[in-house]
T-cell receptor, first 112, second 118 residues
Framework: NAGVMQNPRHLVRRRGQEARLRCSPM?????VYWYRQLPEEGLKFMVY????????ESGMPKERFSAEFPKEGPSILRIQQVVRGDSAAYFC??????????FGNGTRLTVT | AQSVSQHNHHVILSEAASLELGCNYS??????LFWYVQYPGQHLQLLLK??????LVKGIKGFEAEFIKSKFSFNLRKPSVQWSDTAEYFC????????????????FGKGTKLSVKP
């Protein structure tokens, strides 16, 4: 049973470009969460999605960030017009209803 | 607002030493508590969790944690560490459903790096 798959593992973008991070949840999991980890910080919740629905986006920055979890395909975290402060590790997690989260390996975004 | 505090940023131990990592949370309602471990270059893995019942929770790899409600604490322990326990450890809390937060909105501490000398 494959775990949570995230790609790419590393992503380098210049300021002003767009970053797309992908996450395929574990088989049978319909809940997807995105977290961000800044250097020397713990993980911060960003958004919680179920298929085709955003359930809680209270941790998402108001501008430039968006997330989706379509009926088919992986969940996508999209960052438009990236800035240096967006450099971080972005982790995806998935779960079934009421069960603990399973995390992916993360995508390390570097903005130059 | 909910928060999680981990007291130690970096702990260095020799093999066979005992380990205790502190974790305190601020939340007055029903809580679900977790410890996650992140080995170098790997994803976070669940070590153990507390939902209800026996406050002494046994996890994988010989780890255990004790929930002390009166102290708002959930400290992680291991009697004898090994070099392979070198990793970063994160404590996390999830509020109960009556809090109104999202179902997977975990609040993480900043993590404690554990280095075990062989």
């Amino acid at each position: 049973n494959a775990g949570v798959m995230q790609n790419p593992r590393h992503l380098v973008r210049r300021r002003g470009q767009e970053a797309r991070l992908r996450c395929s949840p574990m088989k049978g999991h319909s809940h997807v969460y995105w977290y961000r980890q800044l250097p020397e910080e713990g993980l911060k919740f960003m958004v919680y999605l179920q298929k085709e629905n955003i359930i809680d986006e209270s941790g998402m920055p108001k501008e430039r960030f968006s997330a989706e979890f379509p009926k088919e395909g992986p969940s996508i975290l999209r960052i438009q017009q990236v800035v240096r402060g967006d450099s971080a590790a972005y982790f995806c997690a998935s779960s079934r209803q009421g069960t603990p989260l399973h995390f992916g390996n993360g995508t390390r975004l570097t903005v130059t | 607002a909910q928060s999680v505090s981990q007291h130690n940023h970096h702990v260095i131990l020799s093999e066979a030493a005992s380990l205790e990592l502190g974790c305190n949370y601020s939340y007055g309602g029903t809580v679900n508590l977790f410890w996650y471990v992140q080995y170098p270059g790997q994803h976070l893995q669940l070590l153990l969790k507390y939902f209800s019942g026996d406050p002494l929770v046994k996890g994988i790899k010989g780890f255990e944690a004790e929930f002390i409600k009166s102290k708002f604490s959930f400290n992680l322990r291991k009697p004898s560490v090994q070099w392979s326990d070198t990793a970063e450890y994160f404590c996390a809390v999830k509020g109960g459903l009556d809090y109104g937060g999202s179902q997977g909105n975990l609040i993480f501490g900043k993590g404690t790096k554990l280095s075990v000398k062989p």
